[in-house]
């Protein structure tokens, strides 16, 4: 079955800088698009970034726009999400999820579990 | 502000028909697919219709989606404790060149 896991979130200052994984199991990662969406506490879900299945293809929202920074090592079947300059307003919890396709043009069919970023001093 | 618009709560009773509706605009739910997601409360979102009407293996038949224009629409017929939730619309969006979703409606069970 496939599975989606998430680390690498907690606690950071603002201007500071975090890397979260999703490491997947249960199908041909290297095969499918891949995102990051995002929760603030209580808000909605705000998409974040994605990457097609050969890491040709970047695509992000204004809001993280060069700040963050998507990418996949295959042969780990990992996804990778660095972001730096981290703001209060990216506190939220951060979920990697499967797309439907290759160049991440379709629907999140797997999700994670999320991990949570938090941005205070 | 989400650009595809959702109701923010809807409520029904139990066995009762519910709609959630789901507005956009030409360059996302005019020309794209639509996408609904169910978050339980304190779990990560789930698909629950993609394409528009199509439902994933393992979503009952209880759920129903539908597009037409600039919007779209999730049904829920016989409505059960278990689906109260938020529910999300999705749909690419060829300006922004990503996804984007509603602000989520809250799906009460009285």
């Known amino acids: 079955q496939v599975q989606l896991v998430e680390s690498g979130g907690g606690v950071v200052q603002p201007g500071r800088s975090l890397r979260l994984s999703c490491a997947a199991s249960g199908f041909s990662f290297s095969n499918y698009g891949m995102h990051w969406v995002r929760q603030a506490p209580g808000k909605g879900l705000e998409w974040v970034a994605l990457?097609?299945?050969?890491?040709?293809?970047?695509n992000y929202a204004d809001s993280v726009k060069g700040r963050f920074t998507i990418s996949r090592d295959n042969s780990k079947n990992t996804l990778y999400l660095q972001m730096n300059s981290l703001r209060a307003e990216d506190t939220a919890v951060y979920y990697c999820?499967?797309?439907?396709?290759?160049?991440?043009?379709?629907?999140?069919?797997?999700w994670g579990q999320g991990t949570l970023v938090t941005v205070s001093s | 502000q989400s650009v595809l618009t959702q109701p923010p709560s809807a409520s029904g009773t139990p066995g009762q028909r519910v709609t959630i509706s789901c507005s956009g605009s030409?360059?996302?739910?005019?020309?794209?697919?639509v996408n609904w997601y169910q978050q339980l409360p304190g779990t990560a979102p789930k698909l629950l219709i993609y394409?528009?009407?199509q439902r994933p293996s393992g979503v009952p038949d209880r759920f129903s989606g539908s597009k037409s224009g600039t919007s779209a629409s999730l049904a829920i017929s016989g409505l059960q404790s278990e689906d109260e939730a938020d529910y999300y619309c999705a749909a690419w969006d060829d300006s922004l060149n990503g996804p984007v979703f509603g602000g989520g409606t809250k799906l009460t069970v009285l």
């Open positions: 030409n360059s996302n739910i005019g020309s794209n697919t």
């Open positions: 999820a499967k797309d439907s396709y290759s160049y991440g043009h379709g629907y999140f069919d797997y």
């Open positions: 990457i097609s299945y050969d890491g040709s293809t970047k």
């Open positions: 394409s528009s009407n």
